[in-house]
């Protein structure tokens, strides 16, 4: 990959990291602002689903624009929009239009984010996607890990309004940069497709490996970020603070290394997924099975590896099975799985938890993961 290549990769990373970073950032920080304006559990709840929730809707609709107009006009509306919705929330000054805001920003991200997924994929060569991949997945991770605590700042400096002025000049400026370095891309001729066509690829195997594996992926990170802290309780938030902050920084510095490995050919995609998945499995038992202190540098080691490791190798392996001009839909619909296991790791986890024990909760998930890993092992895929 030349310099140039890398440069143009650059806004696209950190539209990445704009959509972490904002969904972190503000989510961490709800509990206050909804115990201050006297809300509840379920008002919480629902702030926190309303962005995860625009975003499983509307990213299938936009990235099938990506494939129509163009990425790069669906990714620079979709900053625009979340510097706007970003912005209303500054102008507005009242804490009761933060649902609002929320609900912008997601439909906001719908829309950059396969964009920007697209066009890693367009803008990068086939031999380089996994390391294209794994740079995208770095600065999303970075955002991750950086959220809560640069948005907790920023709370208790200026506030809430402080935060959203700063995710809308991030978005801005995010925007800006993309605008000087990412190329305008010709959509691709597409033939038309049926509805059934459509059914016929999106059930295919190539892709629903990749999807399954981001899903249990992303279920595994999501579990072990809220879960984790709660298997340490009793060794106090520095401690547990520590431990969520090495798995995003493990998993932060796996991937890059990750997708060179694919690229050169030292790891496999069906390898690649089925060990990232397995080993995030073992993390979560860990952290049920192993006394506290042990087994949650366990786990957060293995969790943020092993996510860190199948990630990149899904996307990369879902690029490499895509026509060009359908890159668009497809990175909308596996995003759609990404945000499904968001959300289910840690309902499963929740789940089998009241039901039983946070151990087995956390048991059951690993369960799940090593069922994904096993589906994702079926047959060797297009590599």
């Known amino acids: 990959m030349t310099e140039g290549s890398r440069i143009r990769l650059l ?48 990213k299938p609709v936009f990235g099938a624009l990506a494939d129509r107009v163009g990425a790069r006009p669906v ?20 804490p009761a239009a933060v649902g609002a805001a929320r609900l912008g920003q997601g439909a906001a991200a719908a829309a950059f984010s396969p964009a920007a997924s697209a066009l890693v994929a367009r ?3 086939g031999s380089r996607h996994g390391r294209a991949f794994g740079g995208y997945g770095a600065w999303k991770g970075l955002g991750y890990a950086l959220g809560p ?19 809308a000049a991030l978005a801005l400026a995010v925007a800006g940069w993309a605008v000087l370095v990412v190329p305008a891309l010709a959509p691709l001729p597409r033939s038309r497709e049926t509805v059934l066509g459509l ?56 991937q890059p290394w990750a997708g060179r490995a694919r690229d050169r050919g030292r790891v496999t995609d069906r390898a690649g997924m089925t ?10 038992a860990a952290a049920a099975l192993l006394p506290a202190a042990v087994g949650l540098v366990i786990a957060a080691v ?4 092993g996510t860190g490791l199948a990630t990149p190798i899904a996307f990369a392996h879902l690029a490499a099975a895509t026509p060009a001009e359908r890159l ?41 993961l090593l069922v994904t890993a096993a589906a994702a092992n079926v047959r060797r895929t297009s590599r």
């Not at 620079?76 to 009242?94: E, R, Y």
């Not at 208790?156 to 995710?167: E, I, N, R």
């Not at 016929?200 to 595994?220: E, I």
Request: with cysteine.
């Open 11 to 58: 806004p696209l990373y950190a539209a990445g990291f704009v959509t972490a970073f904002g969904a972190h950032s503000i989510a961490a920080g709800l509990g206050g602002l909804v115990a201050r304006e006297h809300g509840s559990l379920l008002a919480v709840g629902v702030l926190l689903a309303v962005y995860d929730g625009a975003e499983v809707l509307l």
């Open 75 to 94: 990714l620079l509306g979709g900053l625009l929009a979340f510097c706007a919705a970003s912005a209303a929330f500054v102008a507005a000054g009242d």
């Open 123 to 125: 803008l990068s060569p």
């Open 149 to 167: 605590v640069l948005g907790g700042a920023l709370i208790t400096v200026g506030g809430y309004s402080a935060l959203f002025a700063v995710l």
């Open 199 to 254: 059914l016929r690829r999106l059930t295919d195997g190539g892709f629903l490996r990749p999807t399954a594996t981001l899903a249990g992926a992303t279920a595994a990170l999501a579990a072990g970020v809220g879960f984790l802290p709660v298997v340490g309780l009793g060794l106090g938030p520095l401690v547990t603070g520590a431990i969520v902050s090495l798995l995003a920084a493990v998993g932060a510095l796996v």
């Open 275 to 284: 060990a990232g998945l397995v080993l995030a499995a073992a993390g979560i």
């Open 302 to 305: 293995a969790v943020g590896a």
């Open 328 to 368: 668009g839909r497809t990175m909308g619909a596996a995003e759609v799985g990404r945000e499904l296991g968001d959300a289910g790791g840690p309902l499963v986890v929740g789940s089998l938890a009241a039901a039983t024990s946070l151990g087995a909760g956390l048991v059951g998930l690993a369960g799940l």
